[in-house]
């Protein structure tokens, strides 16, 4: 057992974790954030995505304590005080998502996505959620719903 | 996912020496390659627990081996059985040991080997190289451990 | 308050995803009990074998652990067996002096903690003595092995399902000009939700069981749980969070949940089970049929016979989860939207050592490989009479005028207008272009093939005289409260897994009552509050839920007429609704909105019961028929024998939509898995017994890269039994898309003289076919 600090959307969680405690469970069952989900074990699915220090990782291969002294953003930083971030509202108008069990972690990698290439054309977006598994949508929309926020982050952005 | 194997061993000692050696448990599992423990029961069975490394498959496995000598001093056959993190392997290997009447004594030796679980579907990739490995390891070790009481 | 009138047919945006992207979904594993434990499973990693023993001494080391169930415990319990669904077999919860197939519980440990729980099934040792290994049901037939000597007969054949004259068809074959013959199979594979399955058992200060569980179907839980466990079901809440993703994988009742269940009663504390990727992939299958197809015809392509023979492969317990009188589900949909004068399937089940189930993935009841081998069928009798895919459909198509239409296997398809559909697709994809550009990419040897598929298939079981799982007829209840304000709550028996239930069910009822689809609380899952069903699955949820919602509304505008007549002081015969309103006749000013008569309903009823709310149980009187054309256009490279969906086009006929914007998602989603099965996914095992999918790296799940842009539409032709004319469409996608696929990808290796590839057709079956059919054409 060692006691770890992680910087968890911007607010500190201390806890004594197993050094085999994987990050998403820290996520889950110490921070209490269940929004990141599990999926496969096998870092195929991508729903237990997170931005580690603004990158997407998949906190089901990440160890906890090898999170410490990074910053950790959670699905559950995007709208506070309940507006919603314009890829979330992206993903509602556009109907890209349907049991929401991917849409948490496909969001973190479609900002990221966003953050790095502000215009993504289809098959960047494609290539670049192409490590988050969807069984619903078949992803369509969700390429619609990036292609939105794409628009709705430059114009924020501009208008900044 | 079975697996066969078999080879040819020319070792630098009589027929009756080799015959000895292959008989005595603890000799034989001393040449099992990454043996970590024996636990000898019996003249004829003895369990090993054996480091194993196949791809994202690694741990330390636990074998049942059963030395089934025949009676005309002819031929050793071994029954292994065993496994680890859900895996299993069930070897079925035997020799026949041949007396070149010059103080050599050739073992010709095969094996079928069935793989069941991780060790097969996720280490399957590299099973077979690592098998090869194993096996040849196992009987290289066999000669130079008799060769040294030789 | 602002009303959305005319609910029904608009692309409104779901109601209950705000929780979803802000990560407030509420699954099964978000949910933990206060001193719960923890429990996982030990597998067997042998398919066939005899138990010998179980040592549990080191696992019960490990720091946290609790205890080791076995068969052993659990039949001093007497649940160390399930019934399946339809009754003919029951299924081991753990493993019962032998194990069947690999991956199969053997023993259940708790735990404090999962990490404890996990240390602890991998320390339990179990001596087994390997058996002789059937995977193959064509091996398994012969009987050499019997499979389950606890069953009286010593067989592995389960039982024969068959249907239609034999005699007549077989005649007919005889006679045809032409006949085309073709062994198919369908691989068995998974529906593999992202989220797996799960529970979390609790026996209350009271006794009583709170079961939340990863459930399609939470009623049937009940049942089926005071079937096994004999506790009424007063003593049973089961409750159905969020699911993510069901796709017919949490239909059946599985050993964990028992485990679970006994874990919590004998310990008396909570026990969760999650299960992990592997667990879920080897837990249960779908599909799995050995076809062998026969279809005569004219030699101007008028079909006259279809002959189907098939071998299921059920795995080691018959758990197939279709209804009890149907035990091949829905198969008899072979003879698709075609007017066979002569038809007879039959069907033969073995026992295997592999994994059990024969879920319904995305399907009703074995439609899907129904449709499979039809579809594919009429393009190889296309292509050995050289008539043109489309025109051979067109041909043989069911007509309007015949519907109701009596087919040849005992259905009665409701309504249907086959050729209309197929003719707005051939506009749409440009048929005529695409066959031109087709023939000059052949003249340059290169490989572009399109491919149809114009699939019926029925959905909504469905009528009581037909259908019941575990003797329960297959109804569903709905219930509808209008609160003084005019809004109010929806419960059903079904169970949404990402469907959209909370939208599409407010707009079916708000339409009814002309009220704001914005202000219904939809709730479903929870047995203490929701009226029974049979739950969501076999693309059931509209035609029978709906079907009850929408007559439950209606019983609440009965009663809503008599208020409206006492607040207006008129005779109930004089009032007529008419643009969402109750109106006098002659007398156009004197009208009241349901609004108003839900607020006279608890403050003036007048004479009336007060309040305003209703409780139906709809029993539908047939089952619906959804239809469509697909077409895809694909370019196969000759030197790897890589696939390129280049189009995709899908137009369905599901009858009235509720939702467009949520119609099209099903579709979309439903494609993807079509082309998931075509092109990727199977669960393959070797000649071992040995499961060679089971995980994410080895089962495929298509990714955003492969998959292609879907093109949607569709045509309305309204079921004249349903309550508003509505059909399903949840899984016309699936089972309608992978002969469209294959099809497309023969008829680009046609010029070869390629007939067939089973399913699926990655890249190296694809090369494969390619280089023997030139090694061939070199001899």
């Known amino acids: 057992m060692s006691q770890i600090s992680l910087n968890i959307n911007g607010k500190t969680t201390t806890a004594d974790v197993e050094n085999r405690t994987l990050l998403v469970h820290f996520i889950r069952e110490q921070a209490k954030l269940t929004g990141t989900h599990v999926g496969c074990d096998s870092s195929s699915c991508g729903v237990c995505t997170v931005l580690l220090d603004g990158n997407p990782v998949k906190s089901c291969t990440v160890f906890a304590i090898m999170a410490e002294g990074h910053e950790i953003k959670t699905v559950e930083s995007l709208a506070p005080g309940g507006v919603l971030h314009p890829i979330q509202q992206a993903f509602w108008d556009q109907h890209g998502l349907q049991c929401g069990y991917c849409t948490p972690g496909m969001m973190m990698t479609s900002i990221a996505l966003l953050e790095q290439n502000p215009n993504p054309s289809e098959h960047e977006i494609r290539e670049g959620l192409s490590g988050n598994l969807c069984r619903c949508t078949g992803y369509n929309n969700i390429v619609k719903a990036v292609q939105q926020a794409a628009t709705a982050m430059s114009t924020q952005a501009a208008d900044d | 996912m079975k697996l066969e194997y078999n080879g040819t061993e020319q070792v630098p000692l009589g027929k009756d020496a080799v015959w000895a050696f292959i008989n005595n448990p603890e000799k034989v599992a001393s040449c099992l390659p990454d043996v970590k423990t024996v636990v000898v029961h019996d003249a004829t069975n003895f369990d090993a627990t054996v480091s194993i490394g196949l791809g994202p498959v690694r741990g330390s496995f636990k074998f049942k081996i059963t030395l089934e000598p025949q009676a005309d001093g002819q031929r050793m056959n071994v029954k292994i059985n065993g496994g680890g993190f859900g895996s299993v392997v069930d070897l079925l290997a035997g020799a026949d040991i041949i007396d070149n009447g010059n103080n050599t004594t050739t073992l010709n030796w095969s094996g079928a080997a069935t793989m069941r679980g991780p060790i097969a579907t996720v280490g399957g990739r590299v099973l077979d190289a690592q098998a090869q490995k194993l096996i040849a390891g196992t009987f290289a070790n066999v000669k130079t451990r008799m060769a040294e009481q030789g | 308050m602002t009303t959305e009138k005319h609910a029904m047919g608009k692309s409104m945006k779901r109601k209950e995803d705000p929780r979803f992207l802000q990560g407030k979904g509420n699954y099964i594993d978000d949910i933990n009990l206060p001193n719960q434990l923890w429990m996982a499973l030990v597998h067997s990693p042998y398919p066939h074998a005899n138990i010998r023993g179980i040592d549990s001494s080191a696992a019960m080391e490990i720091p946290g652990a609790v205890a080791v169930v076995t068969s052993k415990e659990l039949n001093a319990y007497k649940v160390g067996w399930l019934p399946t669904f339809h009754g003919l077999d029951k299924q081991m919860v753990l493993a019962d002096g032998k194990v069947l197939y690999q991956h199969q519980e053997v023993a259940a440990v708790y735990a404090e903690t999962r990490e404890a729980a996990y240390d602890m099934a991998e320390l339990v040792e179990v001596d087994y003595e390997p058996l002789p290994v059937m995977a193959d049901p064509y091996k398994s037939m012969t009987d050499e092995v019997i499979l389950r000597p606890d069953r009286e007969n010593a067989t592995n054949h389960i039982f024969n399902w068959n249907v239609g004259k034999k005699a007549e068809t077989d005649a007919a074959l005889e006679a045809a000009d032409h006949v085309v013959k073709q062994h198919m199979t369908f691989q068995r594979c998974h529906a593999a939700p992202l989220e797996t399955c799960g529970c979390i058992a609790e026996f209350d200060a009271m006794g009583r069981l709170q079961f939340y569980v990863t459930s399609q179907a939470p009623h049937?839980?009940?049942?089926?749980?005071?079937?096994?466990?004999?506790?009424?079901?007063?003593?049973?809440?089961?409750?159905?969070?969020?699911?993510?993703?069901?796709?017919?994988?949490?239909?059946?009742?599985?050993?964990?949940?028992?485990?679970?269940?006994?874990?919590?009663?004998?310990?008396?504390?909570?026990?969760?089970?999650?299960?992990?990727?592997?667990?879920?992939?080897?837990?249960?299958?779908?599909?799995?049929?050995?076809?062998?197809?026969?279809?005569?015809?004219?030699?101007?392509?008028?079909?006259?016979?279809?002959k189907v023979n098939t071998v299921a492969d059920h795995g080691a317990f018959d758990a197939a989860a279709d209804p009890s009188k149907y035990p091949a589900g829905m198969f008899g949909i072979v003879t698709g939207s075609y007017d066979f004068p002569n038809a007879y399937a039959n069907l033969d089940a073995y026992f295997t050592n592999k994994m059990p189930g024969g879920v319904a993935y995305r399907c009703s009841f074995r439609v899907t490989e129904a449709s499979y081998a039809i579809e594919r069928a009429m393009d190889i009798l296309a292509d050995e009479l050289k008539i043109d895919p489309a025109e051979l459909r067109r041909k043989n198509f069911v007509q309007p005028e015949q519907f109701p239409y009596q087919s040849p296997l005992n259905f009665i398809y409701d309504s249907?207008?086959?050729?209309?559909?197929?003719?707005?697709?051939?506009?749409?994809?440009?048929?005529?272009?695409?066959?031109?550009?087709?023939?000059?990419?052949?003249?340059?040897?290169?490989?572009?093939?399109?491919?149809?598929?114009?699939?019926?298939?029925?959905?909504?079981?469905?009528?009581?005289?037909?259908?019941?799982?575990?003797?329960?007829?297959?109804?569903?209840?709905?219930?509808?409260?209008?609160?003084?304000?005019?809004?109010?709550?929806?419960?059903?028996?079904?169970?949404?897994?990402?469907?959209?239930?909370?939208?599409?069910?407010?707009?079916?009822?708000?339409?009814?009552?002309?009220?704001?689809?914005?202000?219904?609380?939809?709730?479903?899952?929870?047995?203490?509050?929701?009226?029974?069903?049979?739950?969501?699955?076999?693309?059931?949820?509209?035609?029978?839920?709906?079907?009850?919602?929408?007559?439950?509304?209606r019983k609440i505008r009965e009663k809503a007429r008599k208020i409206a007549a006492h607040v207006l002081e008129v005779s109930e015969h004089d009032l007529e609704w008419k643009d969402y309103k109750f109106n006098v006749m002659g007398a156009p000013s004197k009208s009241?909105?349901?609004?108003?008569?839900?607020?006279?309903?608890?403050?003036?009823?007048?004479?009336?019961?007060?309040?305003?709310?209703?409780?139906?149980?709809?029993?539908?009187?047939?089952?619906?028929?959804?239809?469509?054309?697909?077409?895809?256009?694909?370019?196969?490279?000759?030197?790897?024998?890589?696939?390129?969906?280049?189009?995709?086009?899908?137009?369905?006929?599901?009858?009235?939509?509720?939702?467009?914007?949520?119609?099209?998602?099903?579709?979309?989603?439903?494609?993807?898995?079509?082309?998931?099965?075509?092109?990727?996914?199977?669960?393959?095992?070797?000649?071992?017994?040995?499961?060679?999918?089971?995980?994410?790296?080895?089962?495929?799940?298509?990714?955003?890269?492969?998959?292609?842009?879907?093109?949607?539409?569709?045509?309305?032709?309204?079921?004249?039994?349903?309550?508003?004319?509505?059909?399903?469409?949840?899984?016309?996608?699936?089972?309608?898309?992978?002969?469209?696929?294959?099809?497309?990808?023969?008829?680009?290796?046609?010029?070869?003289?390629?007939?067939?590839?089973?399913?699926?057709?990655?890249?190296?079956?694809?090369?494969?076919?390619?280089?023997?059919?030139?090694?061939?054409?070199?001899?």
């Open chain 3, 220 to 306: 049937v839980y009940r049942t089926a749980l005071f079937l096994v466990l004999g506790i009424p079901e007063d003593k049973i809440r089961v409750i159905s969070p969020d699911l993510g993703g069901g796709f017919g994988n949490k239909v059946p009742v599985y050993p964990g949940y028992v485990c679970a269940i006994a874990g919590a009663l004998v310990l008396k504390r909570p026990v969760k089970w999650i299960e992990t990727r592997t667990e879920n992939l080897t837990s249960s299958f779908a599909r799995d049929y050995h076809m062998d197809i026969e279809i005569g015809a004219t030699k101007e392509g008028k079909v006259t016979a279809l």
């Open chain 3, 592 to 779: 009241i909105t349901m609004q108003e008569i839900a607020f006279a309903a608890y403050t003036n009823p007048g004479e009336n019961e007060p309040g305003l709310e209703a409780t139906l149980y709809y029993d539908p009187p047939n089952m619906v028929f959804p239809h469509g054309t697909y077409v895809a256009v694909v370019d196969v490279d000759r030197d790897t024998g890589e696939t390129k969906v280049r189009r995709f086009l899908a137009i369905d006929d599901c009858g009235t939509i509720i939702n467009p914007m949520i119609v099209e998602g099903q579709v979309h989603g439903g494609l993807t898995e079509g082309f998931a099965i075509a092109f990727m996914q199977e669960i393959a095992y070797d000649d071992e017994g040995n499961n060679l999918a089971t995980n994410f790296t080895d089962y495929l799940v298509p990714t955003s890269l492969e998959s292609p842009s879907w093109e949607t539409g569709h045509t309305v032709t309204p079921s004249p039994h349903h309550p508003i004319g509505a059909k399903s469409v949840g899984e016309s996608p699936n089972v309608g898309s992978p002969a469209a696929f294959v099809n497309a990808v023969i008829d680009a290796l046609s010029p070869l003289g390629v007939k067939h590839i089973d399913m699926p057709l990655t890249r190296e079956k694809v090369w494969s076919a390619i280089r023997n059919a030139e090694a061939l054409a070199a001899d």
């Open chain 3, 416 to 553: 249907g207008d086959y050729e209309k559909t197929m003719n707005v697709a051939l506009e749409r994809i440009g048929y005529k272009e695409l066959l031109k550009e087709q023939a000059e990419k052949r003249a340059r040897g290169e490989l572009m093939g399109i491919g149809l598929s114009t699939f019926t298939e029925v959905t909504g079981a469905g009528p009581s005289k037909h259908f019941d799982i575990l003797g329960i007829k297959m109804f569903d209840g709905a219930e509808i409260r209008i609160h003084p304000s005019g809004s109010g709550i929806i419960r059903t028996g079904s169970k949404s897994q990402g469907q959209g239930h909370e939208t599409t069910w407010a707009q079916i009822v708000a339409e009814e009552l002309g009220l704001d689809p914005q202000n219904f609380l939809v709730e479903e899952g929870d047995t203490d509050t929701a009226p029974y069903g049979l739950g969501t699955y076999a693309s059931r949820s509209t035609p029978v839920a709906g079907g009850a919602l929408a007559l439950a509304a």
